[in-house]
């Protein structure tokens, strides 16, 4: 079945850089655009970034453009989003997904 | 880029009556393939998004038939026949026709 699941969230600090990886299984990576997407507490669901089927297209939210990199490397399954400069309204749940199908997140928490 | 406008931003509902949200893009959602890219998600506190209605109106496996979707172009509808006090949740659609993918603002739905 498909299954996504995200890593490496943790606690950081402002200004500092963190990666995100989400593994995919039950399904082939390169027949879908895939994206992140996120959640500060309290607030609502906020599309972060997106990439096509190669990875030679990406897309991102004014919020975070310049600052966040997607990535896929369809051979490992896997996405990412590398994200510099954190800043504390960045600190959220993420998500990754293909839009049918949503990983469970993974918490990014920016504080001093 | 498309904006997805969602009425109303709140909507308190007693349990067995119907609710209705609805969506606007900024531009058409007719794909030149013939079909029209329009989603609606529902996401539950700490939860990923969960798709309800993919292609405007035909329901995600699973989603129950008390969910429905209409429209065509740019006005779309989710409605819920008769809402249950699972169906506590913010709604969001999304369209699909091109990149990047915002979420609509959400509409979260209240039991009274």
């Known amino acids: 079945q498909v299954l996504l699941v995200e890593s490496g969230g943790g606690v950081v600090q402002p200004g500092r850089s963190l990666t995100l990886s989400c593994a995919a299984s039950g399904f082939t990576l390169s027949d879908y655009i895939m994206h992140w997407v996120r959640q500060a507490p309290g607030k609502g669901l906020e599309w972060v970034a997106s990439?096509?089927?190669?990875?030679?297209?990406?897309y991102y939210a004014d919020s975070v453009k310049g600052r966040f990199t997607i990535s896929r490397d369809n051979s490992k399954n896997k996405l990412f989003v590398q994200m510099k400069t954190l800043r504390r309204e960045d600190s959220a749940m993420y998500f990754c997904?293909?839009?049918?199908?949503w990983g469970q997140g993974t918490l990014v928490t920016i504080s001093s | 880029d498309i904006v997805m406008t969602q009425t109303p931003l709140s909507l308190s509902v007693t349990p067995g009556q119907p609710a209705s949200i609805s969506c606007k893009s900024s531009?058409?959602?007719?794909?030149?393939?013939?079909?029209?890219?329009l989603y609606w998600f529902l996401q539950k506190p700490g939860q990923p998004p969960q798709l309800l209605i993919y292609e405007v109106s035909k329901r995600f496996s699973g989603v129950a038939d008390r969910f429905s979707g209409s429209g065509s172009g740019t006005d779309f509808t989710l409605k819920i026949s008769r809402v249950e006090p699972e169906d506590v949740a913010v709604y969001y659609c999304m369209q699909g026709v091109q990149l990047p993918r915002p979420f609509g603002q959400g509409t979260k739905l209240e039991i009274k």
């Open positions: 990439i096509s089927f190669d990875g030679s297209s990406e």
């Open positions: 531009q058409s959602l007719l794909h030149t393939d013939g079909e029209t890219y």
């Open positions: 997904g293909r839009y049918d199908y």
